[in-house]
């Protein structure tokens, strides 16, 4: 039966890389006097690298590999990464992020019915908690059980630590749950931890090659703007909700 929803943060739960992580990383950047820059394609190519200190070293090993091997560059992305952190809140605290369509409206069915809310995503706690108190409300971070982000697995997406880290807190076995994901990385995590998988492609992963999900979706949808994409390898569309999502739920 299904249980729980555990949820990616960037990408799913809002278009968080374009207006958000990109111009945070950009902005840390010109604070620390380096000459680099990420324009969409390039960031785009860049999201194939889970995790923004990973990202950093990989870019950094592109341009100068022997400086990203120095004495000092763990610390020196640490630093960059923490002033990214910051400008990355501030814009969220501004309301330059939105929740995706659909996505508001899925948690407040999922709470009524009672299923359990879980995140399980690469991106640190601080900007898992500024986003969803700037969109949910003050108290929102407390409607999730778990909250699985950052550092506390050694191994990022697409390797499945975290849904493993996640479940296990949960008490939950992999077929009670469903993960909501966005990207080849993400998906791919959620399927090698056993757990049937719900994709809502965002701007960067529209090309992405998935594994087998049990709906591969452009969003949720809401009202009147009906996500689409295949269930079961049919073309659908509607809205996504809890009763549909136990009826595609193998369990």
């Given at each position: 039966m299904l249980h729980a929803l555990i949820w990616d943060v960037d990408g799913t739960l809002?278009?968080?890389e374009q207006h958000g992580h990109r111009v945070a990383f950009n902005a840390a950047f010109a604070d620390e006097g380096l000459p680099w820059h990420?324009?969409?394609?390039?960031?785009?190519?860049?999201?194939?690298?889970?995790?923004?200190?990973?990202?950093?070293?990989?870019?950094?090993?592109?341009?100068?590999?022997?400086?990203?091997?120095?004495?000092?560059?763990?610390?020196?992305?640490?630093?960059?990464?923490a002033r990214k952190t910051e400008h990355y809140v501030a814009l969220v605290d501004r309301g330059a992020v939105a929740l995706r369509p659909g996505v508001a409206r899925l948690l407040a069915d999922a709470r009524a019915q009672g299923l359990t809310l879980a995140i399980a995503t690469t991106t640190?706690?601080?900007?898992?908690?500024?986003l969803l108190r700037a969109t949910l409300g003050a108290d929102a971070p407390g409607w999730f059980a778990c909250i699985?982000?950052?550092?506390?697995?050694?191994?990022?997406?697409?390797?499945?630590?975290?849904?493993?880290?996640?479940?296990?807190r949960l008490g939950l076995a992999a077929a009670d749950c469903l993960a909501i994901?966005?990207?080849?990385?993400?998906?791919?995590?959620?399927?090698?931890?056993?757990?049937?998988?719900?994709?809502?492609?965002?701007?960067?992963?529209?090309?992405?090659?998935?594994?087998?999900?049990?709906?591969?979706?452009?969003?949720?949808?809401?009202?009147?703007?009906?996500a689409r994409g295949h269930q079961a390898g049919r073309p659908w569309q509607g809205v996504v909700d809890v009763d549909g999502l136990r009826r595609w739920h193998p369990g």
């Open positions: 809002a278009e968080t990420w324009d969409e394609a390039l960031y785009g190519e860049l999201l194939a690298i889970t995790g923004g200190k990973e990202r950093l070293l990989a870019w950094w090993q592109r341009l100068d590999p022997a400086a990203a091997a120095a004495p000092g560059a763990a610390a020196c992305i640490a630093r960059l990464h640190s706690p601080a900007n898992v908690d500024a699985g982000a950052g550092d506390v697995v050694p191994q990022k997406k697409p390797a499945p630590d975290i849904y493993h880290w996640v479940r296990q994901e966005d990207s080849a990385p993400g998906t791919q995590a959620a399927c090698a931890a056993g757990l049937p998988v719900l994709a809502t492609r965002s701007r960067y992963s529209r090309a992405d090659t998935l594994p087998p999900v049990l709906a591969d979706l452009d969003g949720l949808g809401e009202p009147g703007r009906p």
